[in-house]
């Protein structure tokens, strides 16, 4: 299966919005919406979701809040 892939660059990975552990609520619930919205999109054209992102302690935590959330998006790790 073929994915849609979107790409996270985090240039100040500690005040990236992307780090969800080290944000309040609100910010949270915006890249949970985000990845809800793509999912549903993707699927619709028999698509997975893949997140590419530069910074390993945000792949780590997407990761996590992602599984949380049962959203079923793969983040992986790009380097820059």
């Known amino acids: 299966m073929d994915a849609l892939q979107d790409g996270k660059m ?4 500690s005040n990236s919005m992307y780090r969800v ?3 309040p ?3 949270r619930q915006k890249v949970l ?3 809800i919205r793509q999912t549903q999109a993707a699927n619709a054209k028999g698509l997975k979701v893949e997140w ?3 910074d390993q302690t945000t792949v780590k935590q997407l990761t996590q809040f992602f599984t949380e959330k049962n959203v079923n ?3 992986k790790y790009l380097a820059e």
Not at 10 to 13: A, D, K, S
């Open 21 to 23: 552990y080290d944000k």
């Open 33 to 35: 919406d985000e990845a």
């Open 52 to 54: 590419l992102v530069s």
């Open 73 to 75: 998006v793969l983040v």
């Open 25 to 27: 609520e609100f910010l």
């Open 10 to 13: 985090v240039l100040q990975p």
